[in-house]
């Protein structure tokens, strides 16, 4: 049972059709791998790979998607380098560890070019965060060329975007960008309000390294033209995300497993089980307020990701013990934070869920 944090969890039925078309793919004699991107074999699956991000994402006509590589981080710096220019502004909210590095690579960018990049932070002290970032904690944001959000902070196990921490949004004008790499496509969620969403792949839809991109069309116009080729949207959207050599692999592992969410009815029936899962492991934390503490304020648990301690960390090392011995790996929390975190991706199943909550109040009973 890997509760990995990313890579995480792929659904078995998708890395099973790899398996089976590994080095024979549709009768070709060859992999996947060995197929040239501009052959057919690969084209339908590339083609295929973005006809299912639009569909089971609902993403409307007026954005593009692209297929990026560079994984979510390289996303930390195309964004300001293609749109804050001179003069501009721009707003990040910061509610964990992967908005303080896209803030960090913003104001790197900014400080060359004489724009202003500006923190929301909702940490309580320094790297201590609780929360998601609200409306009230952007301020006003007239004028503002855009602002930037994580929806899911993977590592404080923050999540916005339900209706007790819903989404901040732009004053006309500004763009709404978005983190989404740890829960796009894990529920339902209108990406209309948002100018830019991206996604590292390796939590809900594939392999690391990969980078879904939905941009809208009026938002790409604006790509920096000053940039080499590599660094611009609408160059990649001009080629069809074939600008050079795609990561065909990685395009084609991403296609089986959004062929398996397909399957599983789509985002709005992975959101609902996601939803129970997470319930399942919180609901264990509440009954036992004597040894699990998740320290996030319940309107912005995480249903992706959720943190809890134990009273000290002796107790840590021997619930992770007991944890292993069961077969449960990938439940240490990141090292900047400690305590324990479970990731609930969408290829995790309830009864694994169900088999953890057990083996929890089976240690609270013990050690409570
Ligand atoms: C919310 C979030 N953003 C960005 C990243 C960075 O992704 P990558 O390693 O693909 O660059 C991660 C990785 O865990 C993440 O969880």
Same mark, same amino acid.
């Given at each position: 049972?890997?509760?990995?944090?990313?890579?995480?969890? @792929?659904?078995?039925?998708?890395?099973? !059709?790899?398996?089976?078309?590994?080095?024979?793919?549709?009768?070709?004699?060859?992999?996947?791998?060995?197929?040239?991107? !501009?052959?057919?074999?690969?084209?339908?699956?590339?083609?295929?790979?973005? /006809?299912?991000?639009?569909?089971?994402?609902?993403?409307?006509?007026?954005?593009?998607?692209?297929?990026?590589?560079?994984?979510?981080?390289?996303?930390?710096?195309?964004?300001?380098?293609?749109?804050?220019?001179?003069?501009?502004?721009?707003?990040?909210?910061?509610?964990?560890?992967?908005?303080?590095?896209?803030?960090?690579?913003? =104001?790197?960018?900014?400080?060359?070019?004489?724009? &202003?990049?500006?923190?929301?932070?909702?940490?309580?002290? &320094?790297?201590?965060?609780?929360?998601?970032?609200?409306?009230?904690?952007?301020?006003?944001?007239?004028?503002?060329?855009?602002?930037?959000?994580?929806?899911?902070?993977?590592?404080?196990?923050?999540?916005?975007?339900?209706?007790?921490?819903?989404?901040?949004?732009?004053?006309?004008?500004?763009?709404?960008?978005?983190?989404?790499?740890?829960?796009?496509?894990?529920? &339902?969620?209108?990406?209309?309000?948002?100018?830019?969403?991206?996604?590292? /792949?390796?939590?809900?839809?594939?392999?690391?390294?990969?980078?879904?991109?939905?941009?809208?069309?009026?938002?790409? /116009?604006?790509?920096?033209?000053?940039?080499?080729?590599?660094?611009?949207?609408?160059?990649?959207?001009?080629?069809?995300?074939?600008?050079?050599?795609?990561?065909?692999?990685?395009?084609? @592992?991403? !296609?089986?497993? @959004?062929?398996?969410?397909?399957?599983?009815?789509?985002?709005?029936?992975?959101?609902?089980?996601?939803?129970?899962?997470?319930?399942?492991?919180?609901?264990?934390?509440?009954?036992?307020?004597?040894?699990?503490?998740?320290?996030?304020?319940?309107?912005?648990?995480?249903?992706?990701?959720?943190?809890?301690?134990?009273?000290?960390?002796?107790?840590?090392?021997?619930? @992770? =013990?007991?944890?292993?011995?069961? &077969?449960?790996?990938?439940?240490?929390?990141?090292?900047?934070?400690?305590?324990?975190?479970?990731?609930?991706?969408?290829?995790?199943?309830?009864?694994?869920?169900?088999?953890?909550?057990?083996?929890?109040?089976?240690?609270?009973?013990?050690?409570?």
């Amino acid at each position: 049972m890997n509760f990995g944090a990313g890579p995480g969890t @792929l659904p078995l039925a998708a890395l099973e !059709r790899a398996q089976r078309e590994f080095i024979d793919i549709e009768g070709t004699g060859m992999s996947v791998l060995e197929h040239s991107h !501009r052959g057919s074999t690969y084209e339908k699956i590339h083609l295929e790979a973005l /006809a299912l991000v639009r569909e089971l994402g609902a993403v409307p006509e007026s954005h593009e998607i692209l297929l990026l590589q560079g994984g979510a981080t390289m996303q930390f710096g195309m964004i300001p380098m293609n749109f804050l220019r001179a003069g501009d502004a721009a707003t990040y909210a910061v509610s964990g560890t992967w908005g303080e590095k896209a803030l960090e690579d913003a =104001k790197t960018v900014a400080q060359d070019r004489g724009a &202003k990049v500006l923190e929301a932070s909702t940490a309580a002290a &320094k790297g201590c965060y609780t929360r998601a970032a609200s409306q009230a904690d952007l301020g006003s944001t007239a004028g503002q060329r855009y602002v930037h959000i994580t929806s899911n902070e993977t590592i404080h196990g923050i999540q916005m975007g339900s209706a007790e921490a819903p989404f901040p949004s732009i004053a006309t004008g500004g763009h709404l960008i978005c983190d989404m790499s740890s829960d796009f496509l894990s529920r &339902k969620a209108d990406l209309a309000p948002f100018s830019l969403v991206y996604a590292g /792949a390796q939590k809900n839809v594939g392999p690391s390294g990969l980078c879904v991109v939905i941009i809208r069309k009026d938002l790409l /116009a604006e790509s920096n033209p000053k940039l080499p080729s590599m660094l611009r949207y609408d160059v990649a959207a001009k080629g069809g995300s074939m600008h050079n050599t795609p990561p065909t692999f990685a395009v084609y @592992l991403m !296609r089986n497993v @959004l062929l398996w969410l397909k399957g599983e009815g789509g985002a709005a029936a992975l959101g609902e089980r996601n939803a129970k899962k997470a319930a399942c492991i919180y609901g264990v934390i509440n009954a036992h307020p004597a040894l699990y503490a998740c320290p996030v304020e319940v309107a912005s648990r995480s249903q992706m990701n959720v943190i809890f301690r134990l009273p000290s960390e002796e107790l840590e090392k021997q619930f @992770l =013990k007991g944890a292993e011995e069961r &077969k449960m790996h990938g439940l240490k929390g990141h090292r900047s934070v400690g305590g324990m975190r479970v990731s609930l991706y969408n290829a995790v199943p309830m009864e694994w869920c169900e088999a953890l909550a057990e083996y929890m109040a089976t240690f609270a009973k013990t050690h409570g």
